[in-house]
Nanobody, 122 residues
Framework: VRLEEAGGGSVQAGESLRLSCAAS????????LAWFRQAPGKEREQIAT???????TYADSVKGRFTISEDTKKDILYLQMNNLKPEDTATYSC?????????????????WGQGAQVTVSS
């Protein structure tokens, strides 16, 4: 499985961006998909997940501002980011694990996107 991200960029605080992550190859009906981010000097943070049933979870840092969604027909994962803040500046990566129906704490993801830079200036 290959994951290809698109949509990063530089914006002003309060603006929006949408990231996409297109999956190609042998995907499966059971999966957990996620978005992570890593800022310079900080640990990687899991910010959103969605499972095959459409159940989504969010980190407190993005809850109410970011929305994870998917186009199951096109195998594309999205992250809509609204009201961006300078502290959202990071490299954002999508990840996928197949063969599981729900996302659980500690899920290890086998497939990763290449990362997309998001920079938010004040």
């Amino acid at each position: 499985v290959r994951l290809e991200e698109a949509g990063g960029g530089s914006v002003q605080a309060g603006e929006s961006l949408r990231l996409s992550c297109a999956a190609s190859g042998d995907t499966y009906p059971a999966y957990c998909l996620a978005w992570f981010r890593q800022a310079p000097g900080k640990e990687r943070e899991q910010i959103a997940t969605i499972d095959a049933g459409g159940f989504a979870t969010y980190a407190d840092s993005v809850k109410g501002r970011f929305t994870i969604s998917e186009d199951t027909k096109k195998d594309i994962l999205y992250l809509q980011m609204n009201n961006l803040k300078p502290e959202d500046t990071a490299t954002y990566s999508c990840a996928a694990e197949y063969g599981i129906w729900t996302c659980r704490r500690g899920t290890e993801f086998a497939f990763w996107g290449q990362g997309a830079q998001v920079t938010v200036s004040s």
